[in-house]
């Protein structure tokens, strides 16, 4: 009987991952009826059932869960070796997937590829727009971008931007028959913007401190947006107020575009950092982001 290639467990993984031939077929660039056969084949070869499909979900049979428990994290060791490998050539090259959110994606990300890129063209960067904590391992990312305070401690954390601060702000046609709010508990009488997070579908609550007090509030109105950059263009609008990067709204706000209330309630916090698995074995691409991305004051 022919041995099971890495490939065809490889191909296994993704699909036990994703819980679906289709998100597995995308994200590994084959047909769905490819995938399967080659997911089937090595059922047959091994004389095992490694998955239950049904019409709506796929997921690991017992089998299926011991395999992939098993071989999931030494086939991403291979694969990190691999590239690595691969990667010592004379040029720097191969694709780096990065998740961050649309600011972050905006402010820190884009400007350092700007200077990058050009001089490595064997270089590509996949950006991945995504407000919730994701799982860079399960997701087959390189590294993420999120602020300081959201970075776990398992990881390496290099910082990529100064503090931030956050801002509430609404249009002066928004205020013209309304009052100002004075304190974060007088927010529930406004109409807000709400951020939708995709990762775990609950909406944002907005983060406030002023001393050693601490409030997070649960606001309520009639938008609900999953970008900021939505947020900003219904706030410009008059449509509510909403809680963005003071960075964003810098310009409008020295316009008078826009009006920023609760400021001594929006203390500092600590700034974007890219972060990554200590495990990974940094390829020579990855680290001339790395380097590109570092903060320097």
Not at 193 to 203: A, D, E, V
């Amino acid at each position: 009987m022919p041995r099971p290639s890495l490939d065809d467990i490889a191909s296994f993984i993704t699909v036990a991952r994703e819980r679906s031939f289709t998100r597995a077929a995308a994200q590994l660039g084959v047909s769905q009826s490819a995938l399967s056969q080659t997911v089937r084949g090595l059922e047959t070869r091994l004389g095992l059932r490694l998955l239950t499909r049904t019409t709506r979900s796929v997921s690991p049979t017992e089998a299926g869960e011991r395999l992939l428990q098993a071989a999931g994290q030494r086939i991403e060791e291979i694969e990190a070796e691999l590239a690595a490998l691969g990667a010592l050539r004379e040029k720097p090259s191969g694709t780096i997937r990065i998740t961050a959110h649309d600011h972050a994606a905006r402010a820190a990300l884009l400007p350092a590829l700007g200077s990058l890129l050009p001089d490595y063209p064997d270089i590509r960067v996949e950006i991945v727009i995504d407000y919730g904590l994701t799982d860079l391992v399960a997701e087959r990312f390189d590294a993420g971008i999120r602020t300081g305070e959201m970075v776990a401690q398992d990881m390496v954390a290099v910082r990529i931007g100064p503090d931030l601060r956050s801002a509430v702000v609404g249009a002066p046609s928004y205020f013209a028959n309304r009052p100002e709010p004075q304190t974060p508990q007088e927010l529930p009488a406004h109409n807000c913007i709400n951020l939708r997070l995709p990762t775990h579908g609950g909406l944002y609550a907005w983060e406030f401190e002023q001393g050693a007090r601490t409030l997070r509030v649960r606001v309520e109105g009639q938008l609900v947006c999953n970008g900021s950059a939505v947020m900003l263009d219904a706030a410009l609008a008059g449509l509510g107020l909403a809680y963005l990067p003071e960075e964003t709204v810098r310009d409008h706000l020295t316009a008078g575009r826009l009006i920023r209330v609760l400021a001594d309630w929006c203390p500092p916090y600590p700034g974007y950092h890219l972060y990554y698995p200590s495990r990974r074995q940094p390829t020579p691409a990855f680290a001339l982001l790395v380097d590109a991305l570092r903060y320097r004051p």
